[in-house]
């Protein structure tokens, strides 16, 4: 079975306390049993905003920015990650202290099963 999470800029998806955890200034991190490099097969992808919205879409709120988001698939032990390109983390994500290093644990803790 697979499992999609977005990451977005404002507002979210899941619940209102899902969402403002990751309002910024904070990006929340996985718990340090999901906050570990990920051992099955990685795909990461850099793409731009729309590319990533797009794969984000059914978790994204229209008018938002999609960061990055991940799936996973755990029977195959396989997770493909989607994070956008430097020049919109430097746009959007830097301004509110969030590196692309932060990101990508932030979707690794995802693939290693983390829900939030
Ligand atoms: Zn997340």
Same mark, same amino acid.
């Given at each position: 079975?697979?499992?999609?999470?977005?990451?977005l800029l404002l507002g979210l998806l899941l619940?209102?306390?899902?969402?403002?955890?990751?309002?910024?200034?904070?990006?929340?991190?996985?718990?340090?049993?999901? =906050?570990?490099?990920? =051992?099955?097969?990685?795909?990461?992808?850099?793409? =731009?905003?729309?590319?990533? #919205?797009?794969?984000?879409?059914?978790?994204?709120?229209?008018?938002?920015?999609?960061?990055?988001?991940?799936?996973?698939?755990?029977?195959?032990?396989?997770?493909?990650?989607?994070?956008?390109? =430097?020049?919109?983390?430097?746009?959007?994500?830097?301004?509110?202290?969030?590196?692309?290093?932060?990101?990508? #644990?932030?979707?690794?803790?995802?693939?290693?099963?983390?829900?939030?």
């Amino acid at each position: 079975m697979a499992t999609l999470r977005a990451l977005l800029l404002l507002g979210l998806l899941l619940s209102p306390a899902q969402a403002q955890q990751l309002l910024p200034p904070f990006l929340t991190m996985p718990p340090v049993e999901y =906050d570990h490099p990920y =051992d099955g097969e990685l795909i990461l992808r850099r793409e =731009d905003e729309p590319t990533v #919205r797009k794969r984000c879409l059914h978790q994204m709120i229209p008018g938002n920015v999609a960061l990055a988001c991940s799936q996973r698939w755990s029977i195959e032990n396989k997770c493909q990650v989607w994070i956008v390109t =430097d020049d919109v983390i430097a746009l959007h994500a830097e301004p509110r202290g969030w590196t692309y290093e932060m990101i990508l #644990r932030h979707e690794l803790g995802h693939c290693n099963g983390w829900r939030h």
